[in-house]
């Protein structure tokens, strides 16, 4: 699942906003999930993910003031979970996760426990979640009387045991070929890239590939809550946040207390990841010609057409462009994909990508170069984009297995890029290491409902492009007692980080008070962006 990564992102391929098995807090060890341990080896995990959870709840978390250089200032806190490479040796090889917290802001009778967070990515930080409280976010202000925020670096990621695939330097440099071929020599080139790729995951990282799976980050999750010292775990997820939720529930549901998952990965076996990726190809597509439509209607402010299809030339015109001669030489139509690609995801990204697009047409190309081109002096932001880029691509192509065909690769991307052309064959490159990956590549958990699981509130905007709707209604379906709140005639990626009364209130009544609306409820959409 394409995550909007950092605009430095794209390597041969073409950003911004994820459970498992039962332990008890006491040291009491219950029996695995009903259907979580269909194998041996799930059996074997399964009782190294109590091993480890028992140890975690007995060590606790030493708490302190987090380094200076990961800028998170007091009163948030930070620590070390530690946690098995492989479950199914819970006494052999420990790696450590950075977590980070802060403190419910209401009284100690208010306080609900602790609500702990992820992202998305694969490959996305949760740390700065405690920022939320800092930063004094008003959706969150109720939320945060009754909670400690607590955020972590999942295995792989950041300060968690971080793992790299090429060079952070080469990885950012630009110009990157255009991900649409013009010919069978361009789709060998990219071929060759992405097999480069997968070899240089393995050369940098290959010790840890066999376990950057979601069932472990799932495991993982249910020892840091063993090591906060909660029975049950509140949890957020966004995004692959949801599907790491999903599939938590799935190995944990009795670990459970609330869950909110926004913004939902389709849990199907068949979608994850190679038909995943596909349907994203569509959303994209449509919400591209959304944002071009607003553009069109505000073409006051951006003078760049009072149409679609005027918008969509001048798009056509810049891309050409670029292709024959890169902006500033380095922005050519690898970058344009990569830095226009927040427009589709979020709204918040209109005004300023259109503002950018705007000021290029009127004669401004520094705007275009500032924006779309890699900062090479920001050193810790490149090693930040390439990790980002390594875990997603470790945890899709170990999530399950992939097509190894190339020609059912080209057949599909050649189809979809005649009607959604925009990011096909962008995605198609960034995922395609997973057709040469050099480690186990798994299958995928089967997500359901099991004994113990409670009512779960999913949210989704109904024209979300990096995850689509049907995913939303799929979870819906095999998480039992669930409610689905839909936000309509919206495509906004992370709708509860939006102000929408309607979203805000029920999130709200179901983290403060387990409330749920009797039936799935419908939201209009929260304001269009303003020029």
């Given at each position: 699942m394409r995550e909007n990564r950092p605009k430095s992102r794209l390597l041969a391929l073409g950003s911004a906003g994820v459970l498992v098995t039962a332990t008890l807090i006491a040291g009491a060890v219950s029996a695995p999930a009903a259907g979580a341990a269909a194998r041996p080896s799930q059996d074997r995990e399964a009782k190294g993910a109590e091993i480890a959870a028992a140890r975690a709840a007995k060590a606790g978390i030493k708490?302190?003031?987090?380094?200076?250089?990961?800028?998170?200032?007091?009163?948030?806190?930070?620590?070390?979970?530690?946690?098995?490479?492989?479950?199914?040796?819970?006494?052999?090889?420990?790696?450590?996760l950075a977590v980070d917290r802060i403190g419910n802001t209401g009284t100690k009778k208010e306080r609900q426990g602790a609500l702990v967070y992820n992202p998305g990515g694969p490959g996305g930080s949760g740390m700065r979640f405690p920022t939320r409280v800092t930063n004094k976010n008003p959706i969150w202000a109720n939320v945060a009387k009754a909670y400690d925020f607590v955020g972590f670096d999942p295995r792989g990621v950041g300060h968690s045991t971080p793992i790299s695939c090429v060079d952070p330097q080469e990885f950012v440099k630009a110009p990157k070929m255009d991900p649409v071929p013009d010919s069978r020599a361009d789709k060998t080139a990219q071929r060759k890239l992405a097999r480069a790729y997968a070899d240089g995951c393995a050369e940098r990282s290959g010790w840890m590939l066999p376990h950057m799976t979601t069932p472990n980050t799932a495991r993982d999750l249910d020892v840091i809550r063993a090591a906060l010292g909660e029975k049950k775990l509140n949890y957020l997820g966004v995004s692959y946040g949801t599907y790491l939720g999903a599939v938590y529930g799935t190995l944990f549901p009795g670990h459970l207390r609330r869950m909110v998952?926004?913004?939902?990965?389709?849990?199907?076996?068949?979608?994850?990841?190679?038909?995943?990726?596909?349907?994203?190809?569509?959303?994209?597509?449509?919400?591209?010609?959304?944002?071009?439509?607003?553009?069109?209607?505000?073409?006051?402010?951006?003078?760049?057409?009072?149409?679609?299809?005027?918008?969509?030339?001048?798009?056509?015109?810049?891309?050409?462009?670029?292709?024959?001669?890169?902006?500033?030489?380095?922005?050519?139509?690898?970058?344009?994909?990569?830095?226009?690609?927040?427009?589709?995801?979020?709204?918040?990204?209109?005004?300023?990508?259109?503002?950018?697009?705007?000021?290029?047409?009127?004669?401004?190309?520094?705007?275009?170069?500032?924006?779309?081109?890699?900062?090479?002096?920001?050193?810790a932001g490149n090693i930040s984009a390439e990790n980002g880029n390594a875990v997603?691509?470790?945890?899709?192509?170990?999530?399950?297995?992939?097509?190894?065909?190339?020609?059912?690769?080209?057949?599909?991307?050649?189809?979809?890029?005649?009607?959604?052309?925009?990011?096909?064959?962008?995605?198609?490159?960034?995922?395609?290491?997973?057709?040469?990956?050099?480690?186990?590549?798994?299958?995928?958990?089967?997500?359901?409902?099991?004994?113990?699981?409670?009512?779960?509130?999913?949210?989704?905007?109904?024209?979300?492009?990096?995850?689509?709707?049907?995913?939303?209604?799929?979870?819906?379906?095999?998480?039992?007692?669930?409610?689905?709140?839909?936000?309509?005639?919206?495509?906004?990626?992370?709708?509860?980080?939006?102000?929408?009364?309607?979203?805000?209130?029920?999130?709200?009544?179901?983290?403060?008070?387990?409330?749920?609306?009797?039936?799935?409820?419908?939201?209009?959409?929260?304001?269009?962006?303003?020029?």
């Amino acid at each position: 699942m394409r995550e909007n990564r950092p605009k430095s992102r794209l390597l041969a391929l073409g950003s911004a906003g994820v459970l498992v098995t039962a332990t008890l807090i006491a040291g009491a060890v219950s029996a695995p999930a009903a259907g979580a341990a269909a194998r041996p080896s799930q059996d074997r995990e399964a009782k190294g993910a109590e091993i480890a959870a028992a140890r975690a709840a007995k060590a606790g978390i030493k708490w302190q003031d987090c380094p200076a250089d990961w800028g998170l200032a007091k009163p948030i806190q930070c620590g070390w979970v530690s946690v098995p490479l492989d479950y199914a040796r819970p006494n052999g090889k420990q790696i450590k996760l950075a977590v980070d917290r802060i403190g419910n802001t209401g009284t100690k009778k208010e306080r609900q426990g602790a609500l702990v967070y992820n992202p998305g990515g694969p490959g996305g930080s949760g740390m700065r979640f405690p920022t939320r409280v800092t930063n004094k976010n008003p959706i969150w202000a109720n939320v945060a009387k009754a909670y400690d925020f607590v955020g972590f670096d999942p295995r792989g990621v950041g300060h968690s045991t971080p793992i790299s695939c090429v060079d952070p330097q080469e990885f950012v440099k630009a110009p990157k070929m255009d991900p649409v071929p013009d010919s069978r020599a361009d789709k060998t080139a990219q071929r060759k890239l992405a097999r480069a790729y997968a070899d240089g995951c393995a050369e940098r990282s290959g010790w840890m590939l066999p376990h950057m799976t979601t069932p472990n980050t799932a495991r993982d999750l249910d020892v840091i809550r063993a090591a906060l010292g909660e029975k049950k775990l509140n949890y957020l997820g966004v995004s692959y946040g949801t599907y790491l939720g999903a599939v938590y529930g799935t190995l944990f549901p009795g670990h459970l207390r609330r869950m909110v998952v926004d913004s939902v990965v389709n849990p199907s076996r068949e979608k994850i990841w190679y038909q995943a990726n596909l349907d994203q190809d569509v959303a994209f597509e449509g919400r591209w010609k959304d944002w071009q439509d607003w553009v069109a209607a505000n073409d006051a402010a951006f003078h760049l057409g009072t149409t679609r299809a005027a918008v969509q030339a001048k798009w056509l015109k810049l891309r050409a462009t670029a292709k024959k001669h890169p902006i500033g030489g380095v922005v050519g139509p690898a970058e344009l994909i990569s830095f226009f690609q927040s427009a589709p995801y979020y709204d918040s990204s209109w005004v300023p990508v259109a503002t950018v697009f705007s000021k290029y047409v009127a004669g401004d190309t520094q705007a275009l170069v500032d924006a779309a081109a890699p900062d090479l002096s920001d050193t810790a932001g490149n090693i930040s984009a390439e990790n980002g880029n390594a875990v997603y691509t470790a945890v899709e192509c170990a999530d399950a297995k992939w097509p190894t065909s190339w020609q059912r690769w080209d057949r599909d991307n050649t189809r979809l890029h005649r009607d959604y052309p925009f990011l096909t064959w962008a995605n198609a490159w960034m995922n395609l290491p997973c057709a040469t990956w050099p480690a186990k590549q798994h299958t995928p958990v089967d997500v359901r409902t099991h004994k113990g699981l409670p009512k779960v509130l999913i949210v989704q905007s109904a024209r979300d492009a990096a995850t689509p709707y049907e995913g939303a209604v799929e979870l819906h379906k095999r998480f039992k007692g669930s409610r689905l709140i839909t936000e309509r005639n919206a495509g906004s990626h992370g709708v509860t980080g939006l102000v929408n009364p309607c979203v805000n209130q029920r999130v709200d009544a179901y983290l403060l008070g387990g409330e749920l609306d009797g039936k799935d409820v419908t939201c209009a959409p929260h304001a269009t962006p303003k020029p």
